[in-house]
């Protein structure tokens, strides 16, 4: 599964418009959806590295998580509604969705361990991180990661029982008006942008506008390749091609440590069109198709700890998280920047639990 993309990038670069240019992002897309991922699956030994490694993103989050409020309460952050209060960490205003995305991770990975963790000790600090790191969350102001975010959870709790889901939905609605409504922390705006959401077709915003231009173009870039699309790395150059006069020239950033920039719109900002649009329907069910697959196998082996017939259901609802966090971010979001390591480590890790050593039930190993 973790080799099957493997078909769609080296077509779609063999078939680019410009296969020099498309060599650098064949790379990329190998060490990214394919080195990476294996390496974790061979390095993971057993149940326990795999919590080591869901520790290590919870760690990392609090120290990024960290830095972030500290940006909020000092006016350090990245420029937001023209003041510099927007939490990004230490990965600047370019890269606005990085501390998002690594908190966010932190708190899947802390609730994973929570909710099937065995020592109580161990439990109660999860929790306690999973809770500490919603307020960078929240300050980063990331309606793509708050989303995702919401779902992985969601799904997690599904997963140990709809009982236990709907009691932490009670108790999340409950802290959310402690935390925004009792210590008004970023309230004003906070619930601008949770308002926004919801508005996002009737009255979207500049940002939404141009994702929803570049999702248009990526589809009519697409349609000219379909089966292999225009070649890695291709979607800036034939963008314009395509896009409407609604899209603008760029973003604008300011703030934490740096000056006024504007930023280029290179993609999509949705996985699966850019892939659509540089890899065609080949490269899509390729690699969108090794996702799917690796979901339904972590699904059915985590189902089949709950039901008795294995162990470590933490690093399966870790596993199991992670996955869904990223599946759902790539429907407006793609890969880029730092924060990308992370998202290979993610998919290793979910390899591992899908199909990895131990991956049969219990009984099937007595036997």
């Known amino acids: 599964m973790l080799g099957l993309p493997v078909l769609g990038l080296c077509a779609a670069a063999a078939a680019s418009h410009d296969p020099a240019a498309s060599l650098p992002g064949l790379v990329r897309y190998l060490q990214v959806f394919v080195l990476v991922p294996a390496a974790v699956v061979l390095t993971v030994r057993d149940r326990r ?3 080591a490694v869901a520790w290590a993103f919870v760690g990392l989050a609090l120290v990024q998580g960290g830095i972030g409020v500290v940006q909020y309460a ?15 960490g230490t990965f600047g205003p370019t890269d606005v969705m990085g501390m ?12 994973g361990l929570a909710l099937g963790g065995r020592g109580t000790r161990a ?3 999860a929790l306690g991180c999973a809770a500490l790191l919603t307020v960078p969350l929240v300050l980063s102001f990331s309606r793509g990661a708050w989303i995702a975010t919401a779902a992985a959870c969601g799904a997690q709790l599904l997963l140990t029982g709809v009982r236990r889901a709907a009691a932490a939905a009670l108790a999340a609605a409950a802290a959310g008006v402690v935390l925004v409504g009792g210590f008004g922390i970023g309230s ?11 508005q996002v077709a ?3 915003d500049r940002s939404v506008s141009d994702r929803y231009t570049m999702w248009a173009a990526a589809v009519g870039i697409w349609r000219d390749s379909p089966v292999t699309g225009v070649g890695l790395k291709g979607f800036p150059q034939y963008r314009d091609g395509h896009a409407s006069l609604a899209l603008s020239s760029g973003s604008e950033t300011a703030g934490a ?8 719109l290179l993609s999509p900002h949705s996985m699966y069109l850019l892939v659509l649009s540089e890899q065609g329907l080949l490269g899509l069910l390729a690699l969108a198709g090794g996702w799917l697959a690796l ?8 189902l089949a700890v709950r039901r008795g017939r294995g162990t470590g259901l933490d690093c399966g609802l870790v596993a199991v998280g992670l996955l869904t966090w990223q599946l759902v971010d790539f429907l407006y979001a793609d890969i880029g920047g730092p924060s990308t390591v992370l998202t290979a480590v993610l998919l290793g890790v979910a390899a591992w639990w899908a199909v990895g050593p131990g991956a049969e039930p219990a009984e099937a190993r007595r036997a």
């Open 295 to 302: 979901a339904v196998c972590a699904v059915r082996r985590l």
């Open 123 to 125: 439990r109660v600090v």
């Open 49 to 51: 590295d795999l919590a």
């Open 202 to 204: 009737d009255a979207p």
């Open 74 to 88: 000092t006016g350090t952050g990245a420029s937001y509604m023209g003041e510099d209060i927007r939490a990004v």
């Open 257 to 264: 440590g740096m000056g006024y920039q504007r930023q280029p």
């Open 188 to 198: 004003a705006m906070v619930e601008e942008r949770l308002v926004s959401i919801t």
């Open 100 to 111: 998002a995305t690594v908190v966010a991770f932190g708190i899947v990975a802390a609730v």
